[in-house]
């Protein structure tokens, strides 16, 4: 590899951000609008948007496999397939290949990634919930893990601010255990669902039933028609890449608002390496990247640095960052880096089929892009249980049969196929959605003796569940089949489908925030407790997990720690 002795003098900005993904982008945006020159690196390849989309038009009968994959590449990578929903023929192309970036398994772990311009934000599920006051307490109030060193009212004013810009449609439902926020118009239920919600209100005091929170634009907003973006079209073909802009996407949304600013440059094809320490300002100064396609190791410089890599990238990152100050890893004075490893808890499923003949005559038009939802009953308010803490959502669907449930049933000739042509029953599903507890053995450490193409340490991950979610996912089993059953709806399946922690795709915590320099990685702003120019603002800063989906969270905390930044910065504290 070949040093670029002169990269002090050319390549230095007033900020780096590492990763471009859903906080990468925020923290570019952020930092461009607010003046700064910012670098933003991606270790994958660009994705244009629209351009770079080439699925986003097919209809399945254009595609050579109907929209599946064949069988080798499946094989190939035993991963990433376990993603079902996202990893096919129209959207494949977005994720990381097994084989291409290897990790171990101490514990089977599922670690799915999207290499490219825009990360996950291209393949994402868009909901999102925010937190409540609760989810910032309990921490403390149980005496499990560390406090966080904020508290919801800190964090509202800027998931207001995240929620007017990327869009977000909901209902407002003045619940204490999902705040409201700053809405479009809602999504409509349809027919089955209303009448799950009614029922519901009925039979509980403690449970409701909404449409999800998602970032679709139901109706865009000045904000976003600035920038390109249209309606959504609920075609729900939302992770071929949306050429209408309609779901929040990097692409979409803040990178075209951080290049209007003049202030970014963007590198893909840049794997970090290290971010690069000076001992005697006792400070960090840059970072080394490598190029993905000649190897060549460069040096950039910036007076900020945010690391947005997503979380065990990130933690990879700053483990590699070695220096005499920081031996373990930048930061790493407490030893938690790469500790209390988090995911949702995703294993208990649900589903049955209405019988009764109240909806023969309805149906529904288009691919709502989004579902309805069960926010967390559990040990909220007056329910105390005892055999697990924290609690569970619902993801929530229900739909008619259409012709696809010919696929598994027995029958041909004429009288089949017309029986095809008329709508089946109705379905309900639920997806238990619960917390996992942060645990000091759920780890990530560097495995220096296997190192990938680029000469990056691989990581070792060592994650699992164990009694609080086990107890928990039996009672979401339970409680998701008498809801359903006393709306009527009949059980068909009811299981735990044992999934392994990171299918989810929402890791989580091992860089955590908290109050004390000698528990935690980041302090209340994720600037790093003992060097204050470097922030990390991704799931690894998170202190535990909720059951909300968190790329809400996240969003917040970016666009707060840049506004901290760049105050501290202009008083010289930087």
């Not at 003949?357 to 309805?372: E, I, Q």
Request: aromatic share 10%; charged share 20%; proline share 4%.
């Amino acid at each position: 590899m070949n040093l670029n002795i002169k990269a002090e003098k050319v390549n230095t900005y007033d900020a780096i951000v590492i990763g471009s993904g859903i906080s990468g982008g925020w923290a570019a945006k952020e930092l461009t609008e607010k003046g700064l020159k910012t670098l933003m690196l991606e270790r994958g390849r660009d994705v244009k948007h629209i351009e770079d989309y080439p699925t986003t038009m097919s209809a399945p009968w254009e595609m050579p496999h109907r929209g599946r994959l064949p069988v080798e590449v499946i094989n190939q990578n035993p991963v990433v397939s376990k993603t079902g929903y996202a990893f096919n023929e129209y959207s494949g192309h977005f994720f990381v290949k097994d084989a291409d970036h290897p990790f171990e398994q101490v514990k089977p772990f599922d670690w799915t990634r999207g290499y490219q311009v825009g990360g996950k934000s291209l393949i994402w599920a868009r909901w999102v919930q925010r937190w409540n006051e609760t989810n910032f307490e309990e921490n403390l109030k149980e005496g499990i893990g560390v406090d966080w060193p904020i508290r919801y009212q800190d964090l509202a004013p800027w998931y207001s601010h995240v929620e007017r810009f990327i869009g977000v449609a909901g209902n407002k439902d003045g619940l204490a255990s999902l705040p409201d926020g700053a809405f479009l118009p809602p999504f409509e239920m349809n027919c089955i669902e209303s009448h799950f919600q009614k029922k519901t209100a009925e039979n509980y005091n403690d449970r409701h039933f909404i449409i999800s929170r998602t970032a679709n634009l139901s109706e865009p907003s000045k904000i976003h028609t600035d920038l390109g973006r249209t309606g959504c079209m609920s075609r729900n073909w939302c992770n071929r890449g949306c050429p209408f802009g309609a779901y929040f996407s990097t692409q979409s949304s803040t990178l075209p608002a951080a290049v209007k600013t003049g202030n970014l440059s963007l590198r893909p094809f840049s794997v970090v390496h290290s971010i690069i320490y000076d001992e005697k300002k006792g400070k960090a100064t840059g970072v080394r990247v490598i190029d993905t396609n000649t190897l060549e190791l460069t040096e950039f410089y910036a007076k900020v640095i945010f690391v947005n890599a997503a979380t065990l990238n990130s933690t990879l990152i700053l483990m590699n960052s070695i220096s005499s100050r920081f031996p373990n890893g930048l930061g790493n004075d407490s030893g938690a880096l790469g500790h209390y490893l988090m995911d949702h808890n995703y294993r208990a499923r649900i589903s049955g089929i209405y019988e009764g003949k109240d909806f023969d005559d309805h149906y529904y038009y288009g691919r709502r892009p989004t579902g309805t939802y069960v926010p967390r009953f559990r040990n909220m308010g007056t329910d105390r249980r005892k055999d697990f803490v924290r609690g569970y959502a619902y993801a929530c669907s229900g739909s008619r049969q259409g012709w696809e449930r010919g696929n598994a049933s027995d029958g041909f000739g004429a009288e089949f196929k017309e029986s095809m042509t008329k709508p089946g029953i109705w379905s309900f599903s639920m997806t238990g959605m619960g917390e996992m507890l942060p645990h000091v053995d759920n780890k990530v450490s560097v495995n220096l003796s296997k190192t990938d193409k680029w000469g990056m340490p691989t990581l070792k991950i060592d994650c699992q569940w164990r009694e609080n979610e086990n107890a928990m996912v039996l009672d979401a089993l339970n409680q998701a089949q008498e809801m359903m059953e006393s709306a009527g709806i009949k059980v068909v399946e009811a299981y735990d489908n044992h999934q392994n922690p990171g299918l989810a795709i929402h890791e989580m915590g091992t860089a955590r925030m908290g109050r004390d320099p000698k528990t935690s990685v980041l302090n209340g702003f994720n600037q790093i407790h003992a060097c204050k120019n470097v922030f990390v603002t991704d799931g690894s800063s998170m202190t535990s997990s909720a059951c909300q989906n968190p790329s809400l969270t996240y969003m917040a905390l970016t666009a707060r720690a840049v506004d901290h930044c760049v105050k501290e910065m202009k008083k010289l504290n930087l």
